[in-house]
C-alpha cells in the first residue's frame, strides 16, 4: 500500500522554528514531485512549498521564511519553517505525484494524513 507519512507538526511561539518531513513508502518505481500544502479552518488548501527535479516554488506568503528540501533515497521531504507567525496556523498536508504499483502500474497524486502547526503564545 502506498502511502505518505508525515511528523513533526506541534505548538511553538511566534518567531519560533519547526520541521516537518514526510516520507512515502509502498510500491514505488519513481516520485516526479514532492510539496506541501495547508488549509486553515474555513480556508481553502493553499501549496505552501513544491519540489521537482528541475524547479522548487513556494506560495508568497512564506517566502524567505520556510525551507523546502529532498532526500530522494529516502523518498522523503522535509520542510524547514522559521520565523512563524501565528497566521502560518494550520494542518499541514504532504502531496507526492509518483508512479506506483497500486494494483496496477499508474501516476497519480497521493496525500498525506496531515500535521496540525499551531503558532501561539
Known amino acids: 500500500q502506498v502511502q505518505l507519512v508525515e511528523s513533526g507538526g506541534g505548538l511553538v511561539q511566534p518567531g519560533g522554528s519547526l520541521r516537518l518531513s514526510c516520507a512515502a513508502s509502498?510500491?514505488?518505481?519513481?516520485?516526479?514531485?514532492m510539496g506541501w500544502y495547508r488549509q486553515a479552518p474555513g480556508k481553502q488548501r493553499d501549496l505552501v512549498a513544491h519540489?521537482?527535479?528541475?524547479?522548487?516554488t513556494y506560495g508568497d506568503s512564506v517566502k524567505g521564511r520556510f525551507t523546502i528540501s529532498r532526500d530522494n533515497r529516502k523518498n522523503t521531504v522535509y520542510l524547514q519553517m522559521n520565523s512563524l507567525k501565528p497566521e502560518d496556523t494550520a494542518v499541514y498536508y504532504c502531496?507526492?505525484?509518483?508512479?506506483?504499483?497500486?494494483?496496477?502500474?499508474?501516476?497519480?497524486?497521493?496525500w498525506g494524513q496531515g500535521t496540525q502547526v499551531t503558532v501561539s503564545s
Open positions: 502531496n507526492a505525484n509518483m508512479e506506483v504499483w497500486d494494483g496496477r502500474r499508474r501516476v497519480g497524486d497521493y
Open positions: 509502498g510500491s514505488i518505481f519513481s516520485i516526479n514531485a
Open positions: 519540489v521537482t527535479s528541475g524547479s522548487t
